[in-house]
């Protein structure tokens, strides 16, 4: 009976485990997510710079 007890005590430590394992992994995730989009807006900040502004803009109609 001593081997039970012990045996169901370990599925609970490591049902705890996987659920910090999956917080972690789902955390993580997110983190990547929001540097991905950091970078996507940086990316087009820099590009919007790089076009002039519509009245600097020369139309060659002159």
Do not use: F, T
Request: proline fraction near 2%; charged fraction near 30%; glycine fraction near 4%.
């Amino acid at each position: 009976m001593w081997g039970c007890a012990m045996h169901i005590h370990y599925l609970i430590i490591e049902e705890d485990s996987l659920l910090e394992k999956y917080c972690e992994l789902q955390s993580n995730e997110l983190v990547q997510e929001r540097l991905i989009w950091q970078h996507l807006a940086r990316r087009k900040i820099i590009e919007m710079d790089h076009i002039p502004d519509e009245d600097q803009i020369d139309w060659g109609d002159d």
